[in-house]
């Protein structure tokens, strides 16, 4: 650690000894993290629940992931829930996508997936790409809400749009067979090329072999156009 960081860490040490959330906050990420301290886990709960117990969404978050993986408090899902479940309130979108998870695999809580599509829904319309995606996944099986092709492609249109590389797969496959959407191999093939994984890679692979050559250059285009108002998107955050 350099002396910045650990000027930084007492800088953060006494405004949270004077009982500032927001530095109690910083301060359980760096010993999580180690900056500018030892590693310590229950030094990071420690503070984070002093942050936490004044209402910090981001400190009641982190406890409950704590708490969920037994890392600097013994594991406990009902309590990770409970945390999860003050932040999620609060409107933190991570909190409310864990929350979100908790209820669709019933963990911590009796399983729900109405109330999972709930707080999937609520972190998605805030812009969580994971939350979108989950979202999209349950409307394609019709997990807690009424199966609906439409509705799940436009959830994973607006994940992959910010550069989640499972729904970017999940757009090529809609593309390629005309689920949600109108069959266009040349936008299958432009998703695919964008998703980054082995999975997309040879998906794309597969249906290169069968595209006409118009289609190629299209898709090949496409996907450059796409790859450009994703990293615009990216620079305007």
Same mark, same amino acid.
């Given at each position: 650690?350099?002396?910045?960081?650990?000027?930084?860490?007492?800088?953060?040490?006494?405004?949270?000894?004077?009982?500032?959330?927001?530095?109690?906050?910083?301060?359980?990420?760096?010993?999580?993290?180690?900056?500018?301290?030892?590693?310590?886990?229950?030094?990071?709960?420690?503070?984070?629940?002093?942050?936490?117990?004044?209402?910090?969404?981001?400190?009641?978050?982190?406890?409950? *992931?704590?708490?969920? #993986?037994?890392?600097?408090?013994?594991?406990?899902?009902?309590?990770?829930?409970?945390?999860? =479940?003050?932040?999620?309130?609060?409107?933190?979108?991570?909190?409310?996508?864990?929350?979100?998870?908790?209820?669709?695999?019933?963990?911590?809580?009796?399983?729900?997936?109405?109330?999972?599509?709930?707080?999937?829904?609520?972190?998605?319309?805030?812009?969580?790409?994971?939350?979108?995606?989950?979202?999209?996944?349950?409307?394609?099986?019709?997990?807690?809400?009424?199966?609906?092709?439409?509705?799940?492609?436009?959830?994973? =249109?607006?994940?992959?749009?910010?550069?989640?590389?499972?729904?970017?797969?999940?757009?090529?496959?809609?593309?390629?067979?005309?689920?949600?959407?109108? #069959?266009?191999?040349?936008?299958?093939?432009?998703?695919?090329?964008?998703?980054?994984?082995?999975?997309?890679?040879?998906?794309?692979?597969?249906?290169?072999? =069968?595209?006409?050559?118009?289609?190629? *250059?299209?898709?090949?285009?496409?996907?450059?156009?796409?790859?450009?108002?994703?990293?615009?998107?990216?620079?305007?955050?």
């Amino acid at each position: 650690m350099t002396p910045a960081e650990v000027r930084a860490f007492e800088g953060y040490m006494a405004l949270a000894l004077k009982g500032d959330p927001v530095a109690q906050t910083i301060l359980g990420a760096c010993y999580v993290v180690g900056n500018g301290v030892a590693k310590d886990h229950q030094e990071a709960v420690k503070w984070w629940r002093k942050a936490a117990e004044q209402g910090n969404a981001f400190a009641q978050y982190n406890l409950g *992931l704590c708490y969920s #993986k037994g890392e600097g408090v013994s594991k406990d899902k009902v309590e990770s829930v409970n945390w999860l =479940r003050k932040a999620a309130d609060q409107g933190n979108t991570l909190a409310q996508h864990n929350l979100g998870l908790c209820y669709f695999n019933g963990d911590g809580v009796a399983q729900d997936r109405v109330q999972a599509v709930k707080w999937f829904r609520s972190a998605a319309e805030q812009g969580l790409a994971e939350a979108q995606h989950d979202l999209g996944s349950c409307y394609d099986k019709g997990v807690g809400v009424p199966e609906n092709a439409v509705d799940a492609v436009k959830w994973w =249109r607006k994940a992959a749009e910010q550069g989640y590389s499972r729904s970017q797969a999940m757009m090529g496959l809609c593309y390629g067979i005309g689920y949600g959407v109108t #069959k266009d191999e040349a936008e299958a093939y432009a998703y695919y090329s964008l998703a980054g994984t082995t999975h997309g890679a040879k998906l794309r692979d597969s249906l290169e072999k =069968r595209m006409s050559q118009e289609a190629l *250059l299209r898709g090949q285009q496409r996907a450059k156009e796409l790859q450009r108002e994703i990293a615009s998107r990216q620079a305007a955050k």
